[in-house]
């Protein structure tokens, strides 16, 4: 409340008196009209001094409340003076620690970290350090090693010993570039962990992948750790298989900057089929399990796996063959087979032959640009050859095939050609004619060595026994199958004639083997299975063939493999057509001839003994893709026959275009 300053009263006129009677009325009626305003200033002025007199007691009130404060603040502020004091004491102490904390943990750091210029490889292993003394490296404890120069190179293991100024480390993992650093820093500390995952969910963006480094040449390259989901592959090494995937679905996509061949498997499965990746190609990877990979190329002109071919073309002879288009080309190279060996006894020798062997093949894709000329080298195939009974014993070995060549623009590729069999004749003893080794394969994606040619074995005592195998068949399906093995057993009986069939692109032709069977054949083997083993005497049929609406697609060669091998005869073999062998023949009284082969198919061997002057026994001629047989001829005497054998298989080569 505040307190006003008084309003004065108007002065009252002078009263009347009766000492003047003349103006007693007038003056009278002046003064009694002005009491009335006098009166309200009088009553205004009371209301004032009142209203004066209670501002006055409350300014009265608020100043004795207010020193009541003041007097309580004062006692207030006395007591925060003593706990600011108290508190002051608290922080000294506080602060003393502090610094004695500091001290231990700078005495404690120096305990625990260690420097060294030891020279030490990056990797893992038992990895010696000399260090200062004094460090607190018991054993087990977990330490992580760090080049200074180079941060990123990294070691993490346990110490095994500390010993003086020896440390031992067990080092587990490493990071960073390999090499020798001797600038290390040793604390303690294990390798970052694994980044935790992420849960499912819907994007509202794009999802930037990024682009990884080219992991380290191998036949399972790291791709998985190579920073980035887009992976360069720069190695020229065959790729048969990857690391175990963080997970199942992880996946990958690999751009080849140089040309390398992908291998299928089982785990490690490429749609389409084992091939050659060019650079600008892509390869989808998708883990199946951790462990099992498919695989899809994607190739720079456009097409899947395996191209579209177009354009095919079977080559007969040498040439410079010239690329009509650019794009991914594939050839297939088939080199020549050999041909049999030959051998003629008599008086009671053992006689012996063996087939000749299929030729390598190579299989190549190579990307060609319009006008990129190569050349084609078809090495000749393995001639036949042919003997005539002139002296006792004789023997004549077959021909080899030439190898075969495709080269140019960095291709380089070689078939060996076939090998030629040989003929044995002993008097004493076995005679052993030994099977040809396949030709040899190189340059290629795939190299196949040829089938080689089984062993003939006339075993002693067994007199004017008769061996002979048949041809053998180049390598289709990657398993080089051979013709089957021949040994004669007896006890000394004259005339057991055993002879095996030639091979076939879908497997080999029986293995004859026995005591005294007198005479027994395998016949040839099939284009989708092996013909049966000789135990007893008897002809014996051929292998299967395939049903006849197959078309191989291996490698997508334009050939169909549908013959079915064809049966052992006393007379002559019938001829087998494509994919099969022909079966063996044994004989004595008249001329015979093993069957000819249409492609991929060994001709059968042939035994005969006890003919007469002017009889001929000749192993067929193989077209392509198979050997001949050998041919043995015995005769307790001298008599004018011939035997030959047929050529083996020429060379060829298919080449495919987009």
């Known amino acids: ?57 409350d ?3 608020a100043a004795a409340a207010s020193a009541s404060t ?14 600011a004091t108290t508190k002051a004491s608290i922080a000294t102490t506080k602060a003393q620690e502090a610094s004695d904390s500091a001290t231990a943990a700078a005495n404690s750091a120096t305990g625990l970290i260690a420097t060294s210029t030891s020279s030490v490889v990056l990797g893992n292993g038992s990895k010696v350090f000399a260090v200062a003394t004094g460090k607190q490296f018991t054993a087990g404890v977990v330490l992580q090693m760090v080049s200074v120069g180079t941060p990123t190179a990294r070691m993490f293991g346990t110490a095994a010993s500390y010993v003086g100024t020896t440390l031992t480390a067990t080092v587990t993992q490493t990071e960073g570039p390999a090499g020798t650093y001797n600038d290390w820093v040793i604390a303690p500390g294990g390798a970052q962990g694994p980044t935790g995952g992420t849960a499912g969910g819907s994007l509202t963006g794009p999802l930037n992948a990024k682009k990884g480094a080219a992991p380290a040449s191998s036949a399972t390259p790291d791709v998985w750790n ?6 360069p592959i720069t ?21 080849a900057e140089s040309t390398f061949p992908v291998v299928s498997s089982a785990n490690f499965f490429v749609h389409g089929g084992s091939t050659a990746i060019n650079p600008g190609d892509e390869l989808d990877i998708v883990a199946d399990t951790v462990s099992t990979f498919l695989v899809t190329v994607r190739r720079n002109t456009g097409t899947g796996n395996g191209g579209s071919w177009r354009n095919v073309e079977i080559l007969l002879g040498s040439t410079v063959w010239t690329a009509k288009v650019s794009g991914l080309h594939r050839i297939i190279l088939v080199a020549g087979c050999g041909s049999g060996g030959l051998a003629i006894g ?20 190579f990307y060609a640009n319009a006008g990129d000329a190569y050349t084609l080298v078809l090495g000749a195939r393995g001639a036949g050859v042919t003997l005539v009974m002139q002296t006792g014993n004789q023997t004549l070995s077959g021909n080899d095939a030439a190898d075969s060549t495709f080269t140019g623009n960095g291709v380089s590729l070689v078939a060996g050609g076939g090998k030629k069999g040989v003929g044995s004749v002993a008097t004493s003893g076995n005679a052993v004619a030994v099977g040809a080794v396949g030709g040899t394969a190189s340059g290629g994606d795939f190299n196949f060595s040829g089938g080689p040619s089984g062993t003939a074995t006339a075993s002693a005592p067994s007199v004017n026994a008769v061996a002979a195998t048949g041809g053998a068949v180049v390598t289709w399906r990657g398993t080089p199958y051979s013709s089957g093995t021949v040994t004669t057993t007896g006890t000394g009986g004259g005339g057991n004639q055993y002879a095996s069939g030639g091979a076939g692109v879908g497997g080999k032709s029986g293995d004859v083997i026995g005591s005294d069977l007198g005479q027994a054949a395998s016949g040839g083997a099939g284009a989708n299975g092996p013909s049966s083993n000789v135990t007893t005497p008897g002809l014996f049929v051929g292998g299967p063939g395939i049903d006849t609406n197959f078309s191989s697609v291996v490698y997508m060669a334009p050939l169909r493999f549908t013959g079915q091998g064809t049966q052992a005869d006393i007379s002559s073999s019938l001829a087998a057509s494509s994919g099969a062998g022909s079966g063996a023949v044994i004989g004595t009284t008249a001329s015979r001839q093993t069957g000819q082969t249409d492609h991929f198919g060994g001709t059968g061997g042939l035994a005969a003994s006890n003919g007469s002057s002017g009889l001929t026994f000749t192993s067929g001629t193989a077209n392509y893709g198979g050997a001949s047989g050998g041919v043995a001829f015995s005769s307790n005497s001298i008599v004018s026959v011939t035997v030959t054998s047929g050529a083996g298989g020429a060379a060829f080569a298919i080449i495919q275009a987009p």
Not at 70 to 83: F, H, R
Not at 240 to 251: E, K, S, V
């Open 235 to 255: 190695q020229t090494a065959a790729i048969t298989g990857l690391p175990n995937a963080p997970q199942a679905g992880a996946a990958r996509t690999l751009k």
């Open 70 to 83: 003041a007097t309580d603040q004062a006692g207030t502020a006395t007591t925060q003076a003593g706990i």
């Open 1 to 57: 409340m505040t307190i006003t300053a008084p309003v004065h009263a108007d002065v009252l006129p002078e009263g009347p008196s009766i000492d003047d009677p003349d103006n007693f009325d007038e003056e009278a009626d002046l003064f009694v009209a002005d009491l009335r305003p006098f009166g309200i200033q009088m009553n205004a002025l009371s209301d004032n001094v009142y209203a004066n007199a209670l501002a006055t007691k």
């Open 346 to 365: 008599s008086s009671g020798a053992r006689v012996a032959a063996s087939g000749g062997s299929g030729g390598g093949l190579v299989i190549k894709d």
């Open 59 to 61: 300014l009265a009130d």
């Open 226 to 231: 190579a920073g980035g989901n887009y992976v």
